[in-house]
T-cell receptor, first 112, second 113 residues
Framework: KAGVTQTPRYLIKTRGQQVTLSCSPI?????VSWYQQTPGQGLQFLFEYFSETQRNKGNFPGRFSGRQFSNSRSEMNVSTLELGDSALYLC???????????FGSGTRLTVV | GENVEQHPSTLSVQEGDSAVIKCTYS??????FPWYKQELGKRPQLIIDIRSNVGEKKDQRIAVTLNKTAKHFSLHITETQPEDSAVYFCAASRAGNNNDMRFGAGTRLTVKP
């Protein structure tokens, strides 16, 4: 059974640019959540999607957005990148039956 | 929304000793409490979880306890080994119709041989 796949693994972008990250959940999982991980802030919740609908949203500015497709794959977009957006972005999928998350390996974004 | 606090932020123990990490949560509706282990450069991995209808759960050297009244839960690792060294995260959510899992800030556990 394939795990959660995130692409790309690494990204270097310039301040002001935009970026799109992709997450393919475990087959059969319909819930996909996104987290930002930084050394000083731990795992910060961005948003959660289920059946193409955003169900929950964390406290991030509107520059951070996402979507989910009918096959449950999800994308996250960050516009007008800032230096502070440099982080590891983790995606996690769940069967939405009260089970724990399975995380992907993450996308490490560096903004220069 | 849910707020999860985790203590201590760092913990150093001798091999063979026990380690305890504590978390508190704010949302009384939270009913699912997983723990994740993240080794350096790797993804967080679920190691144990507990639901609100259970007070304690054990899996070999790892146990978790939950006190719903006080809104706190703890991870206990006995007979620690160097491979237990990692960052541990607690989390809380209202499992079911909504997955809104919030994590604690993490505890860096170091087990000295």
């Amino acid at each position: 059974k394939a795990g959660v796949t995130q692409t790309p693994r690494y990204l270097i972008k310039t301040r002001g640019q935009q970026v799109t990250l992709s997450c393919s959940p475990i087959s059969g999982h319909r819930s996909v959540s996104w987290y930002q991980q930084t050394p000083g802030q731990g795992l910060q919740f961005l948003f959660e999607y289920f059946s193409e609908t955003q169900r929950n949203k964390g406290n991030f500015p509107g520059r951070f957005s996402g979507r989910q497709f009918s096959n449950s794959r999800s994308e996250m977009n960050v516009s007008t990148l800032e230096l502070g957006d440099s982080a590891l972005y983790l995606c996690a999928s769940s069967s939405d039956r009260g089970q724990g998350y399975t995380f992907g390996s993450g996308t490490r974004l560096t903004v220069v | 929304g849910e707020n999860v606090e985790q203590h201590p932020s760092t913990l150093s123990v001798q091999e063979g000793d026990s380690a305890v990490i504590k978390c508190t949560y704010s949302d009384s509706a939270s009913n699912y409490f997983p723990w994740y282990k993240q080794e350096l450069g790797k993804r967080p991995q679920l190691i144990i979880d507990i639901r609100s209808n259970v007070g304690e759960k054990k899996d070999q050297r790892i146990a978790v306890t939950l006190n719903k009244t006080a809104k706190h839960f703890s991870l206990h690792i006995t007979e620690t080994q160097p491979e237990d060294s990692a960052v541990y995260f607690c989390a809380a959510s209202r499992a079911g119709n909504n997955n809104d899992m919030r994590f604690g800030a993490g505890t860096r556990l170091t087990v000295k041989p």
